[in-house]
């Protein structure tokens, strides 16, 4: 499917996970939405208030009145969403069985179902989001402890795309000096100290460097140090591990070689 088609198409998705909840978010998102949306309200409240505004209405099956459920909605106005599309959220109850009936309504009546990370995609291919801040959104959403969610948060702000871009800055300066002085090099004119352009070629060197180590520190953040328990049999490795995960994991005995399979588990240390 084409880029150009996929923006073309309304999108649903359940935001807030298939777990039964006291509140849920449906969000829907594309050129139709606020239409499609508005079948299911019927209301004019709906359509004439504010952006970014919420209105309590009643969702009712448009082919035979029923009511659903009452929730709050929210109509964003492109391009001021997520995804730089017109967007709609709807805040009903949680329960599995309102949030799949609220969704098939909304695909009777002209919506797709989003793919994985599709509202995230379609804020990238509008130019919401760069790839650093769309592959942030996904770090931040799966984050275990604090440095992992500031590292994310960090990255989706553009603090990342903001050190890539005076990388490519440098680069453009320094390339720019090396062409003027070979369009002008039977000229006999210097544009640049020779000194300095060593001195910047090394700051970029320097600079892509420190960018090289910041992501591999930032891949432990975000996936942890391997790290094997390896000994002799009955020397005391599934006593090591319970003591660190805080919890039985591997079954402790006086029998050796009773951890037969590997196991495997992961903890937060701070």
């Not at 709906?46 to 919420?54: G, M």
């Not at 209405?57 to 964003?76: S, Y």
Request: with cysteine; proline share 2%; aromatic share 6%.
């Amino acid at each position: 499917m084409s880029v150009s088609h996929q923006l073309e198409s309304t999108i649903c998705a359940i935001s807030s996970g298939s777990e039964p909840s006291a509140i849920a978010v449906i969000r829907l998102t594309g050129k139709q939405a606020i239409e499609i949306a508005n079948k299911i309200f019927k209301t004019d409240r709906f359509l004439k208030a504010a952006a970014r505004t919420q209105v309590f209405v009643k969702i009712i099956d448009p082919k035979n009145g029923e009511m659903i459920d009452e929730a709050l909605v929210c109509k964003f106005i492109a391009p001021n969403s997520y995804t730089a599309e017109d967007l709609v959220e709807i805040m009903p109850h949680g329960s599995t069985y309102i949030k799949e009936r609220i969704l098939q309504l909304l695909i009777e009546n002209g919506a797709h179902l989003a793919s994985k990370g599709a509202f995230t995609k379609r804020a990238f291919l509008n130019g919401k989001l760069d790839l650093a801040q769309a592959e942030a959104v996904a770090d931040l959403i799966s984050s275990k402890h604090s440095l992992g969610h500031k590292l994310a948060l960090k990255q989706m702000r553009g603090g990342f795309s903001n050190k890539i871009n005076e990388l490519k800055n440098k680069l453009i300066d320094f390339a720019s000096l090396l062409e003027l002085e070979l369009d002008f090099s039977e000229e006999d004119v210097e544009f640049a100290n020779r000194t300095q352009l060593k001195e910047s070629l090394v700051q970029t060197i320097d600079y892509t460097a420190k960018l090289k180590e910041s992501f591999r520190l930032g891949n432990v953040l975000k996936k942890g140090i391997p790290v094997a328990i390896v000994g002799a049999p009955n020397v005391g490795k599934s006593t090591l591990l319970n003591t660190l995960l805080g919890h039985e994991k591997a079954i402790v005995t006086n029998i050796a070689g009773t951890t037969r399979d590997a196991i495997e588990d992961e903890f937060n240390i701070n």
